[in-house]
Nanobody
């Protein structure tokens, strides 16, 4: 059974940093692209970042490029999202996901597997 479990500190001040983690199990982690997706209150799903090739290639949405870094620890089956210089507009529920189905715009069927999500709130 595939499981994705996110964790991370939920409240941070603007300009601060935090790191989200996603522990994966039930599949060969290094063989799959891993993504972070977020959903702000009252808005749709927004793709944030993807890491592929066991960590060799990374991709970012323009809204987070230069501020967020995705990484993959294959030894511990964990993917991270380092978030720096956070802004209030980064406030959202963040989901770890894998198994992209091609569904676009993003919706609940766009990935085969989702974590339960972790709330990030950026506020002073």
């Amino acid at each position: 059974e595939v499981q994705l479990v996110e964790s991370g500190i939920g409240l941070v001040q603007p300009g601060g940093s935090l790191r989200l983690s996603c522990a994966a199990s039930g599949f060969t982690f290094s063989n799959y692209a891993m993504s972070w997706v977020r959903q702000a209150p009252g808005k749709g799903l927004e793709w944030v970042s993807t890491v592929v090739s066991g960590g060799g290639s990374t991709y970012y949405a323009d809204s987070v490029k230069g501020r967020f870094t995705i990484s993959q620890d294959n030894a511990n089956n964990t993917v991270y999202l380092q978030m720096n210089s956070v802004k209030p507009e980064d406030t959202a529920m963040y989901y770890c996901a894998t198994g992209f189905t091609g569904g676009w715009p993003l919706n609940s069927l766009s990935f085969n597997y989702w974590g339960q999500g972790t709330q990030v709130t950026v506020s002073s």
